[in-house]
């Protein structure tokens, strides 16, 4: 009778792990909506959680279905066959082929129970599809070295495919080369950038680099805030991936003197689909282009999963809530500002509610959600925005960026007149926000009338789980960080980095918001009005029990989330 009150919601593994009493019914829910979100695994999205390891669910699966188990750690990589299912096949479906036997062939999986994937095999080879259940971490692993790295990619198509000719130009500059030399149909270019972009969204990167100098070029994953070189490819074909690249992103390819902006879209799979933001730069040595990865899963995560502390959560809901006003999420680029604001949108995405956005440009795309791009050119800009939407019956109005005096004038304005504004600046913390209005020209009656709630934000990055470990810091150290005598009670122990296999040697993982989240009182009122300056504002949060960057980082060290060297790393003191 369990079995028959399931949600018709669960399949396969997700089912029969509830019905075992391995998972509660809720958490396979979630868990099998974020991963069809997110167009990954059922299995993927289930590890992350930490409700079960690779190796339970591997075991229970074997178990349970009655398949072989194998450890793929006792496998030499050199002798895995490459030949007998598609890269692409192998990638899609999670699943490698291991070896054939008559009509059979044997394919390592994490979830036997994904019939698409089964069929796919079974349609593609021919043959009668047998699972061994494995660990679905090692299966990644596995799959990443199976299918080639980027540079093994790299030099078997310029050993193929690029001839002599084109190396010899490789001096030359980029505006008097011959047109042949950048022909954006070249076989081995497009494969190459492909693989760039699957590599890279496999990885979690954030951003592509790819920079040409004179004697190399390169290109670098921005992992984790970070910059890592991944590749080098051969100074010869940069034009063909500047031309590529340019192409797809619906950009002028003979235009090669000025800065160009522009999108393009990798469709996954049914699920999913990644939008890149595309920016490129003359440089002396040719054009350097940045592709930013825009995840529009990362929206959609939840506001319990970008780090504010409780308190600091509860005041911004309460903030986006209230039926006018103005709240401003203020920090470096990069800081996640963007994932933080329409969080918040996602979470006021109701069917009654008018939503308009003007951005440049909108990063992340949201069913339900009127967005504007911000067109400088065409006399599209933030202000002439704002001024279309309040004709049109806005609730909730979020501007990319306040950039100048009359775009703050006309928000402020929407704030005071029943609109709920949502915006961003540039500031280092919250109470600098608010004298960076009043530097702008912005009338300090204005901005204490309209204003309820600044939260600045940084990012620091986790600590990887798999490998961390406890850190011996002096006392000394940690009250020179921030901490008082009081917290130095040995209820919580310090971590650092160290590096493994999960997190490529680094140390870290994944990230996680620091913030800073300041309602704005009636004292702060007064002190605007009275024009204050940012210390005294800050001097007034702090007796208000409002945590700076500094504190709430120091709050994610004590939970073990990141390390002290990170957050002294990110935040001022």
Known sequence: MAAASLSTALSGLARTLVQHGRLNEADAEAIQAQ??????????????????????????????FGYPLLDLDALDVDHVPRDLLPAKLMQERRALGLYKRGTRIFVAMSDPTNLQALDDIKFQTGMIVDPVVVEDDKLARLLDKVTGSTMEELNELVGEDVDASLLEEAGTPAETKDEASTDIDDAPVVKFIQKILLDAINSGVSDIHFEPFEKFYRIRYRLDGVLYEVTRPPLAIKDKIASRIKVISKLDISEKRVPQDGRMKLVLS????????????????????????????????????????????????????????????TGPTGSGKTVSLYTCLNILNQPGVNISTAEDPAEINLPGINQVNVNEKAGLTFAAALRAFLRQDPDVIMVGEIRDLETADIAIKAAQTGHMVLSTLHTNDAPTTLTRLANMGVAPFNIASSVILITAQRLARRLCPHCKQPADIPPEALLRAGFKEEDLDGSWQPYRHVGCEHCKGTGYKGRVGIYQVMPISEEISRIIMKNGTSHDIADQARREGVKDLRQSGLLKVKAGITSLEEVEAVTNE
Do not use: H, W
């Open 270 to 329: 049914k699920n999913r689909a990644i939008d890149f933001r595309v920016s490129t730069l003359p440089t002396l040595y040719g054009e350097k282009i940045v592709m930013r990865i825009l995840d529009p899963t990362s929206a959609t995560l939840g506001i319990d999963a970008l780090g504010y502390e409780p308190e600091q959560r509860d005041a911004l809901l309460a903030a986006i809530q209230r039926p006018y006003g103005m709240v401003l999420v």
């Open 35 to 64: 991963a069809n979100a997110s167009g990954e695994p059922f299995v993927s999205a289930l590890v992350k959680t930490r409700k079960l390891t690779a190796a339970d669910v591997a075991e229970f699966a074997s178990q349970t």
